[in-house]
């Protein structure tokens, strides 16, 4: 259990030890940064507008440097893998998942990508149960909640005047060891479980999302794509504010003999995305895009990693311009999978 | 919300029915407060969805180059019709194929100032909605008038300029100096001026939602998406983003009608619109020209005449 009027001290013995990210306050953004000072933490809040995913997964980085001194081709730096150990607080329970599924991609799979991997490694994962769900939010359409532990190393609570702080990785119970706070009394643990229960009463019904995938299987060629792209505009926000995107793409800066080979976020909503060396694309149009979007995260994702690539943080739905919902996509396709048009 | 008026509904079916347009573009209810959404109305009974409120804020005339050679119609507000008039004036559109209903336009309710009253950051507004002249959000009123965008407030064009059947009530175009907002950040040192520039690009993330947002964007390959050579790369870096952004700026110069799409569109609350509107400001002072008001007039820039340059060495 920690006290309220503790928190600071609690944030302060964190960044002895840690890089500490949590939500702050520029200007009328709250977005995850390092912290400079304790103070500076934001846990009063519903959500960042940008996902976290960036402190594992930069939106720019440089893998490579090299130089190419008159007419050698040598010279080629590795950057240095960074692994400060870091923790992450105060991250929603729908984010926190995103990391489990970013693993999978990223350190699980045939392929390991040491950049990320390396972060991973030295990250800690404090999550903070969800007590305002917004309007927006679909965490329950995905078999999870407000207060899904999974992907956390240690999950916090509201408990009046206290968190309450449940160790539940290893690594996560290791760090909890460390920091030497109280047991948790009687009395808070009735007032969590209290606000826990008004907290799902927030929730608004959603339709379970499981199961699509089997229909999407059937919906490739479908007319459905042309009709969901229709007033897409083709921007990048719904996939940078995204907690599970993590297309990129990788391009060779070289000014004079100095280069630098960079890995940037890419977006499946770019005329860009997939664009071959030759001119060709073989996602030549906006409905083509969404249907790899769709199909990413609802059908390629769970059937290769075993995890949907949305966790339902609604984050997509309030930024996107001109307000093509998630949500009903994913109604039309259901839809578009009872009677598919298959041409 | 409210549905569009009868006669205005009948017209729009008969144009669908008729075949004089095959797709009509104007607005309908989204599922977030205070932002309509897009609708694209194909069947005549469908022309009931569409509505008109002070959340219709997208430029519908956005979508205009994807259906060119098509008979398309749809809604515009004063600052809309002025995009038509850019399309029109560079030869994208042909008007014969147009059916525009333009509507008089109050003002569109800027989401971020209502949650600023609040207190509460702009996601967080779960329940608001335009009445009339009032916003109604977590049960507080406000007056419309304080609460729309800085571009509609400094609208001097209410009412659209182009159009086939009007709606609404004129609403009458208020005197005062529309570039204040300009005057005030040439006021400042070169120094100050950049601070201003890069701190609000500091937010950038290079989504492209302002260009992909904005109506006279519409170039077929721009130049941030060309790989050889290279112009711009995608990445969040300072350097990335204002180059980006001081060329797409250049590119819009006598061109940029001000409807201010881009910076309703940015997810992250960029002010685009004054640097925009500084080029405005300038073409407006050095031409005489405003742009999105005569569909005949050739705009300054892709004109040239002989001995029009000050400089002698200059042809």
Same mark, same amino acid.
């Given at each position: 259990m920690l006290t309220k009027d503790r928190l600071s001290a609690f944030v302060e013995a964190l960044m002895r030890r840690y890089r500490v990210f949590a939500p702050v306050r520029r200007a009328e953004e709250l977005r995850f940064e390092a912290l400079?000072?304790?103070?500076?933490?934001?846990?009063?809040?519903?959500?960042?507008?940008?996902?976290?995913?960036g402190i594992l997964l930069p939106q720019t980085e440089c893998l490579i440097r090299f130089q190419r001194p008159l007419d050698q081709f040598n010279a080629v730096d590795a950057v240095p893998l960074e692994a400060a150990p870091t923790v992450i607080l105060g991250v929603r329970p729908c984010d926190a998942r995103s990391f489990l599924m970013l693993d999978r991609v990223f350190?699980?799979?045939?392929?390991?990508?040491p950049y990320y991997k390396a972060r991973r490694e030295a990250t800690w994962i404090i999550s903070l149960a969800c007590d305002h769900p917004r309007?927006?939010?679909?965490?329950? #359409? *995905?078999?999870?909640?407000?207060?899904?532990? #999974?992907?956390?190393d240690i999950l916090m609570r509201e408990a009046g005047d206290a968190y309450l702080l449940q160790a539940v990785s290893d690594r996560g119970a290791q760090l909890l060891e460390g920091l030497n706070l109280p047991a948790a009394d009687v009395a808070h643990l009735a007032q969590a479980e209290e606000i826990e229960a008004q907290a799902r009463a927030r929730l608004r019904e959603v339709t379970p999302v499981k199961g699509i995938e089997e229909g999407l299987d059937h919906l490739?060629?479908?007319?459905v794509w042309q009709e969901i792209a229709e007033?897409?505009?083709?921007?990048?926000t719904c996939t940078y504010i995204c907690p599970e995107c993590h297309c990129f793409n990788i391009e060779d800066r070289v000014l004079l003999s100095r280069g630098e080979r960079v890995r940037s976020w890419d977006a499946c909503?770019?005329?860009? *995305?997939?664009?071959? #060396?030759?001119?060709?694309?073989?996602?030549?149009?906006q409905a083509s895009r969404w249907r790899q979007r769709v199909m990413h995260k609802f059908n390629y994702l769970p059937r290769n990693v075993?995890?949907?690539?949305?966790?339902?943080?609604?984050r997509c739905v309030l930024a996107c311009p001109v307000r093509l919902d998630i949500r009903q996509v994913l109604q039309r396709v259901r839809e578009a999978c009872a009677a598919p048009d298959r041409v | 919300m409210n549905a569009l008026p009868q006669t205005i509904r009948e017209t729009i079916a008969r144009w669908l029915s008729a075949g004089e347009i095959e797709l009509f573009i104007g607005w309908e209810a989204g599922t977030i407060p205070l932002r309509a959404t897009p609708a694209f109305i194909r069947? /005549?009974?469908?022309?009931?969805r569409l509505i008109w409120d /002070?959340?219709?804020?997208?430029?519908?005339?956005?979508?205009?180059p994807k259906y060119k050679g098509k008979k398309v119609g749809l809604m515009v507000k004063g600052c809309d019709a002025r995009a038509v008039v850019g399309l029109l004036q560079e030869g994208q &559109? =042909? !008007?014969?194929n147009l059916r525009i209903v333009g509507v008089s336009c109050p003002g569109v309710v800027d989401p971020r100032k209502v949650a600023r009253r609040l207190g509460i950051?702009?996601?967080?507004?779960?329940e608001a909605q335009a009445e009339g002249d009032e916003v109604v959000a977590n049960g507080q009123r406000f007056l419309l008038a304080e609460v729309i965008y800085d571009v509609c407030a400094d609208c001097?064009?209410?009412?659209?300029? =182009?159009?086939d059947v009007a709606m609404g009530e004129e609403v009458a175009d208020p005197a005062g100096d529309p570039f204040a907002h300009v005057r005030a950040m040439e006021a400042l040192s070169a120094e100050e001026r950049w601070a201003r520039f890069a701190g609000e690009l500091? !937010?950038?993330?290079?989504?492209y939602a302002c260009r992909n947002a904005c109506?006279?964007?519409?170039?077929?390959?721009c130049f941030a998406d !060309?790989? &050889?050579? !290279?112009?711009?790369?995608?990445?969040?870096?300072p350097e990335d983003v204002q180059f980006y952004q001081i060329m797409r700026t250049f590119h819009l110069a006598?061109?940029?009608?001000?409807?201010?799409a881009c910076t309703r569109a940015c997810p992250q609350g960029i002010n685009l619109r004054l640097f925009l509107d500084k080029l405005r400001l300038d073409v407006q002072e050095l031409y005489g020209y405003v742009a999105g008001?005569?569909?005949? /007039?050739?705009?300054p820039l892709t004109t040239y005449r002989e001995k029009e340059d000050y400089n002698d060495f200059v042809l």
């Open positions: 400079s000072s304790a103070d500076e933490a934001v846990l009063d809040y519903r959500n960042t507008l940008k996902a976290p995913k350190c699980q799979g045939k392929y390991t990508d309007p927006t939010c679909f965490c329950h #359409a *995905f078999e999870s909640g407000p207060y899904d532990s #999974a992907g956390a490739f060629e479908s007319k007033k897409c505009i083709a921007c990048g909503m770019y005329s860009t *995305f997939t664009l071959h #060396a030759s001119g060709h694309n073989p996602r030549p149009d075993g995890l949907y690539g949305c966790v339902g943080c609604g | 069947k /005549a009974e469908e022309v009931e /002070a959340t219709c804020e997208n430029n519908l005339v956005n979508f205009l &559109m =042909i !008007r014969e950051p702009v996601e967080d507004l779960d001097r064009q209410h009412n659209p300029n =182009i159009y500091q !937010r950038c993330n290079l989504c109506p006279l964007c519409y170039c077929n390959v !060309r790989t &050889m050579p !290279r112009w711009v790369y995608q990445s969040d870096r006598g061109r940029c009608v001000g409807c201010g008001t005569d569909p005949n /007039a050739k705009p």
